[in-house]
C-alpha cells in the first residue's frame, strides 16, 4: 500500500503563484500514470494535469500554459506548479497515482 500526502495549499491573490507537493510512503517510480485532480464546491472532481509513463503529459484545457506537473522519484514526490492562478482555479486539490491511490486534499483558494 502506499500512502499519499499533500502539502502546499494555501490562499493566494489572483496572478499569483503556489507549488503542490505529493509525497508517497514508497516508491512510486513504477507506478503511472501520475496525475492531479481538483474538485470545486459543487463540482465533479475533474483531471487537471497528468504525467504518462513515457514522460508525455496532459493538462486540462483551463490551466495550460500555467501548470506545470513534475515528479522527483528519488524522494518518491509529485509536483503541481501553478502559476498566474485565477479565482476559478479554487478547490481542493488530490494527487492520484496509478489507478487506486489517492491523496487527502490540499485546499487552494485564489482570491480576486
Known amino acids: 500500500q502506499v500512502q499519499l500526502v499533500e502539502s502546499g495549499g494555501g490562499l493566494v491573490q489572483a496572478g499569483g503563484s503556489l507549488r503542490l507537493s505529493c509525497a508517497a510512503s514508497g516508491s512510486i517510480f513504477s507506478i503511472n500514470p501520475k496525475a492531479w485532480y481538483r474538485q470545486a464546491p459543487g463540482k465533479q472532481r475533474e483531471a487537471v494535469a497528468t504525467?504518462?509513463?513515457?514522460?508525455?503529459?496532459n493538462y486540462a484545457d483551463s490551466v495550460k500554459g500555467r501548470f506545470i506537473i513534475s515528479r522527483d522519484n528519488a524522494r518518491n514526490t509529485i509536483y503541481l506548479q501553478m502559476n498566474n492562478l485565477k479565482p476559478e482555479d479554487t478547490a481542493v486539490y488530490y494527487c492520484?497515482?496509478?489507478?487506486?491511490?489517492w491523496g487527502q486534499g490540499t485546499q487552494v483558494t485564489v482570491s480576486s
Open positions: 492520484k497515482i496509478g489507478f487506486a491511490y
Open positions: 504525467r504518462w509513463s513515457d514522460g508525455s503529459t
